[in-house]
């Protein structure tokens, strides 16, 4: 059996995959998105260099590389009518876009922070006033990269600021902080894998972006009820297979800040007590193909 890893560049996530695979007699196959052919009006769909890849049981989502080359993410819409992707495309889409994101998660009823998205400056300096206290986000976007936080700021500085951000983003994200009733710098990532809350983490920081690639500390959590509830709703709206859940503590309880499609297990997994990529490929195995 032969599984794929669609992936531009391989990382831990994608040696690990690889290293199951192998152990449970799986053939594991790269496939760099930069090299894939697609053909239409012929007997063959599409090749990764010189292999027809719609023989695979499926294949792993893992890295496009360039994210405003959309051909690369059409292209796996037209792999994904021969062969299951894990995750969806769909599911990628949605967690993808933290527009999508926040739409599913109001939909669905799912605690999440106060937030406002607009390309009006005007509507974007006013929500920055009534909040106090609210970050600002690229629509797109992973690892806290992007983030600015706008707190204590004059009315002037906010413009600024905020004038930047339309220069480089185009349209206004704007969440409300949440500020943990500890009073510590921290958020949990919860991994969700089907319907079962397999491990989760609190990621700590003396900075309020607790990202582990932005210096967060990962330390064990322990998965309550309110976490497993909403941690599965968010992944089970954005319609993924397995997801990173990010989860803030506020004095309202539990709120999802974002839905990750493709994340990563490398921190997690040095807290955990299980093996986490193991227990997602037998659930991809045993479920999917």
């Known amino acids: ?5 669609i992936s531009e560049e391989k990382d831990w996530i994608t040696c690990e995959l690889e290293r199951v695979m192998k152990k449970k007699g799986i053939t594991p196959v790269y496939i760099k998105p930069s090299k894939i052919a697609s053909f239409t009006g012929m007997d063959i769909k599409f090749k990764h260099n010189k292999d027809d890849i719609s023989d695979l049981k499926c294949a792993f989502v893992r890295n496009l590389g360039d994210m405003s080359n959309y051909y690369r993410f059409d292209v796996l819409k ?3 009518h021969y062969i ?17 994101t926040s739409i599913l998660m109001n939909i669905n009823n799912i605690p999440h922070p106060k937030t406002v998205i607009t390309e009006d400056i005007d509507k974007a300096l006013m929500w920055s006033e009534k909040f106090k206290d609210c970050v600002l986000k690229p629509l797109f976007g992973n690892q806290g990269k992007g983030i600015v936080r706008l707190k204590n700021k004059t009315l002037i500085s906010k413009l600024n600021m905020l004038n930047e951000f339309k ?3 185009g349209v206004f994200y704007i969440q409300e902080f949440i500020t943990n009733p500890n009073d510590i710098y921290r958020d949990i990532r919860a991994f969700v894998i089907g319907d079962e809350v397999v491990s989760a983490m609190y990621r700590v920081s003396d900075n309020w972006i607790t990202n582990i690639h932005q210096n967060g500390k990962a330390e064990k959590c322990e998965i309550t009820d309110e976490i497993r509830e909403l941690a599965i709703k968010a ?4 319609g993924l297979i397995y997801g990173g859940v990010d989860l803030m503590e ?7 800040i974002e839905v990750n499609g493709a994340p990563s297990w490398e921190a997690l997994s040095r807290i955990s007590e299980m093996d986490i990529t193991e227990k997602l490929i037998d659930y991809v195995i045993n479920n999917l193909i």
Do not use: W
């Open 1 to 5: 059996m032969k599984i794929g890893i």
């Open 78 to 80: 037209y792999i994904e």
């Open 84 to 100: 299951p992707l894990i995750n969806p495309t769909a599911g990628l889409e949605n967690a993808g876009n933290k527009y999508r």
């Open 167 to 169: 220069k480089k983003h």
């Open 235 to 238: 992944k089970n709206a954005t």
């Open 250 to 256: 506020s004095k309202d309880g539990l709120k999802v």
